[in-house]
């Protein structure tokens, strides 16, 4: 069984725009909202890709019972602290020239015993799982090094751990040597200091993150694929060219084609194969964490997968 983390989840509103730009205002002429924040983007691909998953981190408030119902609708078993803050909302708005502007609240603050029963939770599921996808940025009052400590965790019962946060939370979680990580290039840029403007700065914050200890090392690239790092070498994913409508959440599909490919124990090139063919059928639907199968199969083999 995967299970996902989404300890800040989020009632996501997408909002489409024509000519958005700053200081104007904008009547919005279509709207759509969905059980949000990576993780339970994350579990929704998994979902769809037919494989068990459960998903666990802190619900409060009426976006709380707006995620429960969705998780009820969809069938995705729903192991959430309940908290007695309000979960957040994060706004995208999605304009006719494809620009992509997202606002995205703090989260609610997390109490002392809060926590404690989430770890709780944590501990028996970590009993069930083969792998844990923890994905996103941490409410407030949640420690900074928290990853660190549930990547320890599923150390010891020997799951393997997929991260994918950015920030001082990734900085943290990198030390305690998750078995994947995938940041995309702007997370690359605040964990190294490196502004990558060429392949030559890229592959210098490749070699700069590759001395944390992980086994699989993505970067993903959005259209440009991704380049992966796995046992000293370095692969380069071309993806291939489609008509992008809505791109955000493809990173969370990713980690979902990673954890059921890593979990039906795909060789090597096929798991990064299907994985970036997961974030890019993504990007093809208007929903966020949405995947349609059939377009996984076409954009699988025209993926292009070469040694650097
Ligand atoms: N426009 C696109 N065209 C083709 N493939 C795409 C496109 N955008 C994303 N992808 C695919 O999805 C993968 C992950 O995308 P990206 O790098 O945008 O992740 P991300 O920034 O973490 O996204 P998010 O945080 O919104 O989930 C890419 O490596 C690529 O395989
Ligand atoms: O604040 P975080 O947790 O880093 O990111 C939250 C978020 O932008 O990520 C998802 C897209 O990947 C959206 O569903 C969500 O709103």
Do not use: W
């Amino acid at each position: 069984m995967i299970a996902t983390i989404t300890l800040n989840p989020s009632v996501d509103k997408r909002y489409m725009v024509k000519n958005f730009n700053k200081n104007g205002v904008f009547r919005v002429h279509q709207v759509e909202v969905t059980a949000g924040g990576k993780g339970l983007n994350v579990a929704r691909v998994i979902k769809q890709l037919g494989e068990p998953v459960v998903t666990l981190g802190f619900l409060g408030g009426a976006n709380g019972e707006f995620i429960e119902n969705e998780l009820n609708k969809m069938g995705i078993v729903n192991l959430f602290t309940k908290i007695k803050g309000e979960t957040r909302s994060c706004i995208a708005i999605l304009s006719n020239d494809y620009s992509q502007t997202e606002i995205l609240e703090s989260g609610p603050k997390i109490t002392k015993h809060e926590i404690d029963r989430f770890l709780n939770e944590y501990d028996n599921i970590l009993k069930k799982s083969k792998i844990i996808c923890a994905s996103g940025s941490l409410p407030q009052n949640i420690p900074v090094d928290f990853y660190s400590e549930l990547i320890n965790r599923a150390k010891k019962e020997n799951v393997k751990f997929i991260l994918d946060t950015s920030g001082e939370a990734l900085k943290y979680g990198l030390k305690s040597s998750p078995f994947l990580v995938k940041p995309n290039i702007q997370e690359l840029q605040d964990i190294t200091g490196v502004t990558i403007n060429t392949e030559r700065d890229l592959l210098k914050s490749v070699k700069i993150l590759s001395q944390y200890t992980v086994e699989i090392l993505v970067i993903s690239l959005g259209s440009e694929g991704s380049i992966v790092m796995y046992n000293d070498k370095l692969y380069k994913v071309t993806v291939p060219k489609i008509n992008a409508i809505n791109s955000i959440g493809s990173g969370d599909s990713m980690i979902a084609g990673f954890a059921f490919a890593i979990a039906r124990r795909f060789d090597f090139e096929k798991i990064i194969n299907f994985a970036s063919a997961c974030g890019t059928a993504n990007a093809m639907e208007k929903g966020t964490g949405m995947i349609n199968l059939k377009n996984v199969e076409f954009i699988m083999e025209n993926i292009v997968i070469s040694k650097l």
